[in-house]
């Protein structure tokens, strides 16, 4: 009977995890362009993926709560990855060479060494790298880049940040307790709420060519470019 058939709409599908916990190794062949949604997600044994050199996209949740995954070869040609693809899993090197877009709570949850954002690179979700508490190093290579709130929120071995985006928004890096040293590029604009809290920022930077936002002259607020209005005290 017709009336008997429902179909549910992929957007608001819950995922289906698979829950294997015997794969531990998985080699995707040549040709694959896209990961699809909740792939992969629950595969608590799986220990290390190899992508093909011709996928572009890594749909969300594709890796969601894989436990044990630490090891991504390929990622350098991935250039969009969404909201929650990694989460939960414990990598600790990714190459984002071609990335473009990262997607809410991407990576969260793991344990990056180190992030390093390419010139193609054009946002960052929300939560994007959160908890990422061995994550030492960060470089934005990107001219401007649209970050999310609490984008690197608690990645507490962070030491330095040289950053340029027109809003720092709220609770970008919140809780990174080793942070001291803020460079501003020429296009930051706005700082949001608690956008270095629980930080050890004793000074900000502001990139001469920035005509929104100046430093104090020993550099431990930030003011309006007119000097009238105070933005933000370290």
Known sequence: DPEDITEEDPSTMEPSY?????????????????IGAYAFA????????????????????AFEGCTSLRTVTGLEHVKFVNQNA????????ADFSSMVAIGNYAFENNVLQSVTLPATAQSIGIGAFRNNGSMSALTIEADQVKLGSEAFANCSSLVSVD????????GVFDGCDMLVNVA???DVAVVGAYAFRGTQVSRFSVDDANPNLSEAPNGT????????TLILAA
């Not at 607020?221 to 009238?228: A, I, P, R």
Request: glycine share 10%.
């Open 18 to 34: 698979l829950g294997n916990d015997e794969i531990t190794k998985i080699i995707l062949p040549e040709g694959f362009e896209v």
């Open 42 to 61: 629950g595969l608590t044994a799986l220990e290390e993926v190899v992508l093909p050199s011709t996928l572009t996209k890594i749909q969300q949740g």
């Open 86 to 93: 990694f989460k939960d899993c414990v990598i600790e090197n």
């Open 163 to 170: 950053v340029n985006a027109a809003v720092i928004p709220s």
């Open 184 to 186: 501003l590029g020429p």
């Open 221 to 228: 607020y930030l003011l309006s470019e007119d000097g009238t």
